[in-house]
């Protein structure tokens, strides 16, 4: 199998070297290649029954050529020299018809990585469909038999993938990355006399014996949705908030995107020139972690070619630095972060205290543990979502509510973090423990 894989290798670098002689030898001034092939196996059972089965095999060459400050890119998936001289050519044509842009071109080259530690990322899965379907059936099983309350499902999914992917470029720079991704998922319906509730639960890891156990997946599923039974309207109010773990992650992401290069020299970020101010409170710190070891966002080089660095983005509530790709980096006047394709396990480091802890401090609010809909605007910084949860009296959940809308402003909500829990959850590229906000506008009845 390492002989298969180091063919793959081999085949992907061919493709890469190819490609950079050719369009040198018609007229490029630069000229950057990433190659990749993948696999992988999906499927999902529903009602202890295989309701769909999908392999995928794919592998493709993206080609970006300069004529000095004029720019164009092609790809294919047909890796023969022919199809590679036609794609060079597709390239260079739509450079020779784009207007210049000073900002173009490839990374300074002392920026490109040159040390490539090994992250551990691959850890790939020889599952055949009738065991995956057995881990799918088993998790939805856990899930179903939990309660006599639970009589449906929307299904047990299991998805395994692996990947490899050669980036090259003019100055000699040579970048291979190989990964594999395994998660298993759960959802079910329950139903009493107030209606019906849906939730879910799933995992995802780098190596397959890393992703929790499908019993465990299946009870976590059955928890999360018996507890919504009866859910209730409330009140407009005005109240703490405090997120979930679950869905915390998504004011991580809506930070990233504030303070990414793109947002930032289109003058669309509400954070616009806000480097070295005070964003959170002085107990808050964030930060990327590009060489976590099994991070599932973890790469020693971008897209670009760029060498990553573990760094604070936030460190005693201060912006530190931002997301910035070369391109949004030569716009802004600054220098590359390493951030082309976004941020690398972008983390909130988190508290001492668990949820039971910051809903007595809390006291008086709504906890958070779902989000509906994209209500966020990120030029403006105005945030409205569709929200489900819990209402919490003298630091206790009292009973699930639904049908209710969130608001506040991000900048204010940022500065309003008044806690964040011990319970980080990685679920991907992000990672958030809970997170109490001091107030935040409650629309219900």
Not at 16 to 38: D, F, H, I, N, P
Not at 131 to 155: K, L, Y
Not at 311 to 335: C, E, M, N, P, T
């Amino acid at each position: 199998m390492s002989s298969e894989k180091s063919r793959e290798e081999q085949e992907l670098t061919r493709v890469a070297q190819q490609c950079l002689e050719l369009a040198k030898a018609r007229g490029a001034s630069a000229t950057e290649v990433g190659a990749s092939s993948g696999k992988g196996l999906s499927l999902t059972v529903r009602l202890g029954e295989v309701e769909s089965v999908e392999y995928h095999r794919d592998k493709s060459v993206g080609v970006t050529v300069y004529l000095g400050e004029c720019k164009g890119s092609a790809s294919s998936s047909d890796f023969s020299t022919q199809a590679l001289k036609e794609t060079v050519e597709a390239a260079l044509n739509i450079a020779r018809h784009t207007a210049p842009d000073p900002f173009s071109g490839l990374a300074d080259a002392d920026l490109l990585a040159r040390e490539f530690p090994d992250l551990d990322l691959y850890h790939p899965w020889d599952v055949d469909p009738d065991t995956a379907a057995e881990i799918a059936r088993q998790c939805e099983e856990a899930a179903r038999s939990a309660d006599p309350r639970i009589q449906n499902s929307e299904g047990g999914s299991i998805s395994t993938g692996e990947g490899m992917s050669v980036s090259a470029n003019s100055l000699g720079f040579v970048g291979v990355s190989r990964g594999s991704r395994h998660s298993l998922s759960c959802s079910v319906i329950a139903e009493d006399e107030q209606g019906m509730q849906r939730d879910y639960w799933y995992d995802v890891a780098r190596r397959h014996e890393d992703v929790a156990r499908p019993e465990e997946i299946g009870r976590i599923c059955a928890e999360r949705t018996l507890r919504r039974l009866g859910a209730r309207k409330i009140s407009t109010c005005t109240v703490p908030v405090l997120f979930e773990n679950q869905v915390a992650s998504s004011l991580l992401g809506h930070f990233a995107q504030a303070i990414s290069g793109g947002s930032l020299y289109r003058k669309a970020s509400f954070l616009q020139d806000s480097l070295g101010q005070t964003i959170f409170p002085p107990h808050i710190r964030i930060y990327e972690e590009p060489l976590r070891r099994r991070g599932l966002a973890s790469a020693s080089f971008d897209g670009d070619g760029v060498a990553t660095h573990n760094r604070d983005l936030i460190h005693d509530g201060v912006l530190q630095s931002y997301l910035l790709d070369v391109y949004s980096a030569r716009k802004l006047g600054l220098q590359s972060t390493g951030n082309a394709g976004g941020a690398h396990n972008l983390t909130l480091a988190p508290g001492s205290e668990d949820l039971a802890a910051l809903l007595q401090q809390m006291g008086r609010g709504l906890l958070v543990t779902e989000l509906i809909g994209f209500g966020v605007n990120g030029v403006t910084g105005d945030y409205s979502r569709g929200a489900a949860g819990f209402w919490v009296e003298n630091g206790e959940i009292q009973y699930p509510v639904e049908e209710i809308t969130i608001a506040g402003h991000l900048r204010e909500m940022f500065a309003g973090f008044v806690a964040v829990g011990s319970d980080l959850l990685i679920h991907g590229g992000t990672g958030s423990p809970s997170i109490l906000i001091d107030k935040m506008t409650v629309a219900g009845n």
